[in-house]
């Protein structure tokens, strides 16, 4: 009789020996959540298309990152929804501009938080594009120049870390300059090194009201199709001095996060979208899967594929009850 000696299913018996030879934990403190906060509004507003999301005024992003730090949560990361736009998305740097405003109000609460900064235009632009237009095409350069601007606002206003997200070459070396020379040396930052031009940002667009005017992110953001291109990308982040690299989106990207941390070694981030939130919460909402299963396991995923650190819209349920 050819009976299996080894038999992996002894070790999956009980849920204590499950728990023993269980291989990745996710742990809070890697969690980082991300936060909306609009100019010119007092009280919550709903996302639509993204259900327990909502933008909010400077006092409860306050409220919000104490929650987040009493659970035990790693860092938020900023995104701003300004009053008024105009072409170059002056908002981005302007010493009150939104994030800036809630960086030092957040700073001020001394939560122990990591506070980010998302370091990007198109919240600010006009036209939604993530710098400004010259002949139709967003103009890398001078995006460079208004980059540098922003991150030394987010710096001044108490930013632990900034996070560009444009997706414009040369962004990480410009970005380290413009601190360097303002005396910003010990603040780190988080590359957007690999991100998609993915049709799951789409939520977030409407949260962030930066959906483009016209066309579209593919000029600048990757193509879906391609890996080699995203270590190439991260590589170059990585001599231009980013700290952190990130993969975005993550679920659809577990091989390009895969890939990343095993090239490099670096502490790595993955971003779980907008879109990979709001397919769970509709799949959810009819009753078609198990919604607390499926976020622990959509999250385990990432970690299990070599993020050490996840961005999430489910950090503090996560931190909370799972
Ligand atoms: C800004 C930015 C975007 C996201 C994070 N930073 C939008 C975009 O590139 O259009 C998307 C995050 C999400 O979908 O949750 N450039």
């Not at 259900?51 to 409860?60: D, I, L, M, W, Y």
């Not at 306050?62 to 659970?71: D, G, I, N, S, Y």
């Not at 590589?235 to 993550?250: F, N, R, S, W």
Request: hydrophobic share 45%; proline share 6%.
């Amino acid at each position: 009789m050819a009976f299996p000696q080894t038999r992996m299913r002894r070790l999956r018996r009980t849920a204590g020996l499950r728990s023993l030879v269980r291989e990745e934990r996710l742990d809070p403190s890697s969690l980082v959540l991300p936060l909306f906060v609009a100019e010119g509004i007092s009280a919550p507003e709903p996302v639509g298309s993204m259900p327990g999301v909502a933008r909010h005024p400077v006092a409860g992003a306050v409220q919000e990152a104490r929650e987040a730090a009493e659970l035990g949560i790693g860092g938020v990361i900023l995104f701003g929804v300004p009053a008024a736009r105009d072409a170059e998305g002056s908002g981005a740097w302007a010493p009150d501009g939104i994030v800036q405003q809630a960086l030092g109000e957040i700073a001020a609460a001394g939560t122990g938080l990591v506070l980010i900064a998302d370091t990007c235009l198109c919240e600010y632009t006009d036209h939604g594009h993530c710098g400004p237009i010259v002949d139709g095409d967003v103009d890398n350069d001078a995006t460079l120049e208004l980059l540098q601007k922003q991150v030394v606002a987010h710096a001044k206003a108490g930013a632990d870390m900034v996070a560009p997200s444009g997706m414009m070459d040369g962004m990480v070396a410009a970005i380290r300059e413009a601190l360097d020379d303002e005396g910003f040396t010990g603040v780190p930052i988080m590359s957007y090194a690999a991100k998609y031009a993915s049709g799951f940002y789409g939520p977030f667009r409407e949260a962030a009201e930066s959906t483009p005017k016209f066309g579209d992110r593919r000029a600048y953001q990757m193509d879906p199709a391609n890996a080699d291109e995203a270590i190439r990308e991260v590589e170059l982040d990585v001599d231009e001095g980013a700290d952190i690299v990130m993969v975005k989106p993550a679920g659809p990207y577990l091989d390009i996060i895969h890939r990343v941390k095993t090239t490099f070694g670096l502490p790595t981030a993955a971003y779980q979208v907008s879109g990979e939130f709001a397919m769970i919460e509709a799949a959810a909402a009819k009753g078609w899967i198990d919604r607390e299963r499926v976020i622990r396991e959509s999250l385990t995923a990432i970690k299990r594929a070599g993020a050490d650190i996840i961005i999430s819209y489910f950090t503090k349920e996560f931190a909370d009850k799972l």
